[in-house]
């Protein structure tokens, strides 16, 4: 079994930062590309940042956040800066996961942590 966890939401106000991580873990053979998405109230889930085993990066937030992984290869962080209000959304973590006891690569999901960005 494979599991997502994020951390490091929480309140902020505007202009300040934050830095999520995202951990994966279980019986993990492999870990592809790991990606940042965002639920703002009421709204769809929209992507953010994506990083893959090899290091590249792409955004829909440029320029304020940066996406990488840790040492230890199933894990990822979001350095968020200069937060605004419209960052305020439900930030979940995704990761193509190979596990041990198969072939191919599965897409798998965090349950989110809150960021709060007050004005």
């Known amino acids: 079994q494979v599991q997502l966890v994020e951390s490091g939401g929480g309140l902020v106000q505007a202009g300040g930062a934050l830095r999520l991580s995202c951990a994966a873990s279980g019986s993990i053979f492999s870990v592809n590309a790991m990606r940042w998405y965002r639920q703002a109230p009421g709204k769809q889930r929209e992507w953010v940042a994506t990083?893959?085993?090899?290091?590249s990066t792409m955004y829909s937030v440029k320029g304020r956040f940066t996406i990488s992984r840790g040492d230890a290869e199933n894990t990822m962080y979001l350095q968020m800066n200069s937060l605004q209000p419209e960052d305020t959304a439900v930030y979940f973590c995704?990761?193509?996961?190979?596990?041990?006891?198969?072939?191919?690569?599965?897409?798998?999901w965090g349950k989110g942590t809150l960021v709060t960005v007050s004005s």
């Open positions: 990083i893959t085993s090899g290091g």
């Open positions: 995704n990761a193509d996961v190979r596990s041990s006891s198969s072939s191919d690569y599965r897409s798998y």
